[in-house]
Nanobody, 114 residues
Framework: QVQLVESGGGLVQPGGSLRLSCAAS????????MGWYRQAPGKQRELVAR???????NYADSVSGRFTISRDNAKNTVYLQMNSLKPEDTAVYYC????????WGQGTQVTVSS
């Protein structure tokens, strides 16, 4: 069983940046592909980025060129660097294994507003 704890969210102005972290407990972190998801109010959770255990990455069209997913297997941590943030990026951000999800963490709130 892997426990996921997201952090790094906050309130930023449009065009600003945030770096999210996802700390995973357990000893099998490096075996899984990981993804960052987000859920805006009144909307379904969506996948925005994923990274394989070998470091290959893919992004949703809405964030491509602005977000970068990375991982540090030695620290059991996945990161999401978010640049050029837009109001439409406002959501609660979650990490999880991909494509088969485990138990969800609490997420971290990202609010992009003037």
């Amino acid at each position: 069983q892997v426990q996921l704890v997201e952090s790094g969210g906050g309130l930023v102005q449009p065009g600003g940046s945030l770096r999210l972290s996802c700390a995973a407990s357990g000893s099998i972190f490096s075996m899984y592909a990981m993804g960052w998801y987000r859920q805006a109010p009144g909307k379904q959770r969506e996948l925005v980025a994923r990274i394989t255990n070998t470091g290959s990455t893919n992004y949703a069209d809405s964030v491509s060129g602005r977000f970068t997913i990375s991982r540090d297997n030695a620290k059991n941590t996945v990161y999401l660097q978010m640049n050029s943030l837009k109001p439409e990026d406002t959501a609660v951000y979650y990490c999880n294994s991909f494509p088969i999800n485990r138990a969800w963490g609490q997420g971290t709130q990202v609010t992009v507003s003037s």
